[in-house]
C-alpha cells in the first residue's frame, strides 16, 4: 500500500515522541552496517511480537538521545553488499522472508530514512540462520533468553486477513462515511452513542477500526468486509469480495440472463437486503390450505440464509479476484465460495465448522445472521427433508466450495445418487437426536408410501454397500441404521 508523506511524518513523529528507544523502535544517524542491520531486523522482528506490536522500526537521522531530526545521507538503494543492493541482500539473509520496506521521507526537519518491519508471524526470524532478539539496547541471541524464546513461541500467529488494513490513516470523517455504522449498533443490539467518540470506541473495541498514527484510523479488512456502504471505495481485491447473484432462465449457465446483481455493501449491512432480494425473486409453489392459496417459496428460506452465510464466512479470502457467487437455474440454486472446506463434505453436518475467518464468522453470529456455531448446516438438511426437497449437494473443489439446493422433485425423479444422500443425510440427523433411522422414516423423509417400503429397502442396501451407512446393533438387525462413522 502507498504510504502518504502526511502519514509518514506522522509516524515519525509519533514515533520521536517516546521518553526512549523500545524492543520495536530504535534511532540511528548514519550507521548503515548491512550486518547490524540485519540483526537488528530479526531482533525487532521478534520482540514486536513479544511485545504484541505488529511492526517494528528502524529510522535514520534520528538522534538517539534526543529524539531531534538531524537528517542522514543513508540511501538504502544505493547501499551495496558484495554485488547487490542492501534490500535485496538484506531479503535473501532473513528467514524466513518478511515484507519490511525501506522509505525515504522528507521530514520538515531533515531527510528521514524509515525501516518498516513485520512483526514475526509464523516462526522466529532468523538473520543468516541465526534468531536475534532486542532486550534494552542490546541485540543478543534469541536462543540465549529461553524465556523470551518461549514467549514469542506462543505469540506467534499466523497471517489472519480479517485483521489487514483495507483502507490506511483515514480521519474520523472518513471512517463514519465509508462505514455503515449505524447498522453496526443497530445489528448487535446496542445503544447508538452520541458522540463520535463513542462511536469509534466500540468500533474498535470489534477491531473493525484500530488507531493509526497522527490521530487517524485504519479500517481492518473485517470492518470494511463487514460494514462498507461500498466496497468499490476500498481496493480492488477487497472489491472483488462482494456477492455477485446470477439467474438464468435455463438449466445450465448457456442459457439467457434473466437477472444480474452485484452486490456493493459489505456482508452485514447488505445480507438482510441480498436475502430478501432472493426470496422476492424465487419462484414459489402454491399450496391450497383449509381456506387460503399459500405461496411457499421453491427453496427454504431458512437454508439460503444457512449458505449464504456460510459462503461468505468460510471463504478463502487470500484467494484473488474471486469472491462468493450465487447462481440460480430453473431446477436448482448454486451457492460457491473460493476456498476448499477445511472439513470434509460428508462430515460438515455433523463436525464443527472450521473457519479460516473466525472473527468473521463470530461477528456475523453476534449480529444474528446466520446460525449459532456448528448447527447451520444441520438445518439446511433438516429444512430440505421437511419440504422434502431433494437433498442438498456439498462439493469441494481444489480451490472452491460449492453447495446446490435442488428444487422439488418426486422419488421416481431423484437420480440413485441423491437417492443415497438422502438416506444418508436422514442417517446422520437421527444419529444426532439421538435416535436411528429405520425403513419407516426413510420412507417418510423420501415421500414413498408404506406400501411402497420395499423401495425404501432398496435404497439402503445401496447405501450398506456403498459404506455411507451400517446397522446400529449387527445381532439386532431391526434396531435401525446410523452413519458410518457413528
Known amino acids: 500500500m502507498t504510504q502518504p508523506l502526511e502519514r509518514d511524518i506522522a509516524l515519525i513523529d509519533d514515533l520521536r515522541a517516546l521518553p526512549a528507544e523500545t524492543s520495536w523502535v530504535e534511532f540511528k544517524s548514519n550507521n548503515s552496517d548491512p550486518d547490524m542491520i540485519g540483526k537488528r531486523c530479526s531482533a525487532l522482528a521478534n520482540a514486536a511480537r513479544i511485545d504484541g506490536h505488529d511492526l517494528a522500526y528502524m529510522l535514520w537521522g534520528i538522534a538517539d538521545e534526543t529524539h531531534d531530526v538531524v537528517g542522514t545521507d543513508f540511501i538504502p538503494d544505493a547501499k551495496k553488499v558484495g554485488n547487490q543492493v542492501l534490500p535485496l541482500w538484506l531479503a535473501n539473509s532473513l528467514q524466513p522472508s518478511i515484507a519490511f520496506s525501506f522509505r525515504t521521507v522528507q521530514h520538515p526537519q531533515g531527510r528521514v530514512v524509515l525501516l518498516e518491519i513485520p512483526a514475526a508471524t509464523g516462526a522466529p526470524v532468523a538473520f543468516n540462520g541465526v534468531q536475534y532478539v532486542r532486550i534494552g539496547s542490546a541485540t543478543p541471541k534469541l536462543t540465549e533468553y529461553p524465556d523470551r524464546y518461549q514467549q514469542l513461541i506462543e505469540r506467534l500467529q499466523p497471517y489472519r486477513w480479517e485483521q489487514g488494513v483495507a483502507r490506511q490513516f483515514a480521519s474520523g470523517d472518513d471512517v463514519l462515511a ?85 452486490g456493493k455493501k459489505g456482508y452485514a449491512v447488505g445480507f438482510e437486503g441480498l436475502v430478501g432480494y432472493l426470496h422476492d425473486l424465487l419462484p414459489k409453489n402454491e399450496h391450497i390450505g383449509a381456506a387460503l392459496r399459500e405461496a411457499h417459496p421453491l427453496f427454504p428460506e431458512l437454508a439460503i440464509r444457512e449458505l449464504v452465510a456460510n459462503a461468505l464466512i468460510h471463504q478463502d479470502m487470500t484467494i484473488t479476484g474471486a469472491g462468493p457467487q450465487i447462481e440460480l437455474f430453473e431446477d436448482r440454486l448454486e451457492i460457491s465460495n473460493p476456498g476448499a472446506p477445511l472439513v470434509k463434505t460428508e462430515r460438515m453436518i455433523d463436525l464443527p465448522p472450521r473457519s479460516r475467518n473466525e472473527a468473521l464468522a463470530d461477528r456475523m453470529r453476534r449480529m444474528r445472521l446466520c446460525e449459532e456455531q456448528g448447527s447451520g448446516l444441520d438445518k439446511v438438511v433438516e429444512a430440505c427433508e421437511v419440504f422434502q426437497l431433494p437433498p442438498p449437494l456439498f462439493r ?19 437420480t440413485p445418487e441423491e437417492r443415497m444422500r438422502a438416506c444418508y443425510f436422514h442417517a446422520v440427523l437421527k444419529f ?16 414413498i408410501s408404506p406400501k411402497n417400503a420395499a423401495q425404501a429397502t432398496t435404497v439402503i442396501n445401496k447405501a450398506l454397500d456403498a459404506g455411507l451407512i451400517r446397522v446400529a446393533d449387527p445381532e439386532h438387525p431391526r434396531a435401525g441404521y446410523v452413519p458410518h462413522w457413528a
Request: glycine share 8%; with cysteine.
Open 178 to 262: 465509508l462505514l455503515d455504522y449505524s447498522q453496526y449498533f443497530r445489528l448487535t443490539q446496542q445503544s447508538l452513542p452520541d458522540n463520535r467518540a463513542g462511536i469509534f470506541d466500540k468500533l474498535e473495541a470489534d477491531r473493525l477500526i484500530v488507531r493509526d498514527v497522527g490521530e487517524r484510523w485504519n479500517i481492518t479488512n473485517l470492518g470494511a468486509i463487514l460494514l462498507a456502504n461500498n466496497l468499490g471505495d476500498f481496493d480492488a481485491g477487497l472489491a472483488r469480495k462482494a456477492i455477485r447473484f446470477v439467474a438464468y432462465g435455463g438449466k445450465n449457465r448457456a442459457a439467457q440472463v434473466t437477472h444480474r446483481r452485484d
Open 432 to 447: 444426532l437426536s439421538g435416535d436411528k433411522m429405520k425403513n419407516a422414516s426413510l420412507c417418510t423423509r423420501l415421500g
Open 396 to 414: 469441494a473443489e481444489e480451490q472452491s466450495f460449492q453447495a446446490v439446493l435442488y428444487g422439488p422433485r418426486s422419488f421416481a425423479e431423484m
